[in-house]
């Protein structure tokens, strides 16, 4: 069984700090790397996503993505009250047109 | 573009009862999905069509059935409801060449 795991949470931080969301995976093979945001009671919205090995920035989101230790990670800089949300990862199975997602890491942002 | 859409956004079923949820995206993506969200469990895949006229199982497809009519609809068929079918439905379709998925809104579906 193919896994992806995250922390529940909830993450807090204070506002204007860096929040770091971790996820590990399971299957070695994996190409593909999302992390999508989601508020209460909304679907998610894709925010990043990693294919190679190191990090990505866009904005103030940067992915880490070390696939030697089945690991990605999200950094939010500069956390707003805005940032508050359930954060999920996903990842696509290798040789397959499917995608796992974990359970999700709740992120609070503290005014 | 109105991206992904989904309907009904709620609906109320008795045990035993059959219902279609409906998807469709404007898009022109090819692949499909759709998922169920459950309290702790994260979003598990019912069904996808890779591209228009294929279908697959994904990991909770029993006591399901899909349909994809055309490149833009994805139905999702529940013959006879059951409570534990209680959740929010999700549709997403995927924009290569990069795989990224967009969700439509959902649907909270209830089984008494």
């Known amino acids: 069984q193919k896994e992806v795991e995250q922390n529940s949470g909830p993450l807090s931080v204070p506002e204007g700090a860096i929040a770091s969301l971790n996820c590990t995976y399971s299957d070695r093979g994996s190409q593909s790397f999302f992390w999508y945001r989601q508020y209460s009671g909304k679907s998610p919205e894709l925010i990043m996503f990693?294919?190679?090995?190191g990090d990505k920035e866009d904005g103030r989101f940067t992915a880490q993505l070390n696939k030697a230790s089945q690991y990605v990670s999200l950094l939010i800089r500069d956390s707003q009250p805005s940032d508050s949300a359930t954060y999920l990862c996903?990842?696509?199975?290798?040789?397959?047109?499917?995608?796992?997602f974990g359970t999700g890491t709740r992120l609070k942002v503290l005014a | 573009n109105a991206g992904v859409t989904q309907t009904p956004k709620f609906q109320v079923l008795k045990t035993g009862q059959s219902m279609t949820l409906q998807c469709a995206q404007d898009m022109n993506h090819n692949s499909m999905y759709w998922y169920r969200q459950d309290p702790g469990m994260g979003l598990r895949l019912i069904y996808y069509?890779?591209?228009?006229?294929?279908?697959d199982k994904g990991e909770v497809p029993n006591g399901y059935n899909v349909s994809r009519l055309n490149k833009r609809e994805f139905s999702l068929r529940l013959e006879s409801a059951a409570p534990s079918q209680t959740s929010v439905y999700f549709c997403a379709s995927i924009r290569g060449p990069y795989n990224e998925q967009f969700f439509g809104p959902g649907t909270r579906l209830t089984v008494l």
């Open positions: 990693i294919y190679s090995n």
């Open positions: 996903a990842v696509s199975l290798s040789g397959t047109y499917k995608y796992i």
């Open positions: 069509s890779a591209s228009e006229g294929t279908t």
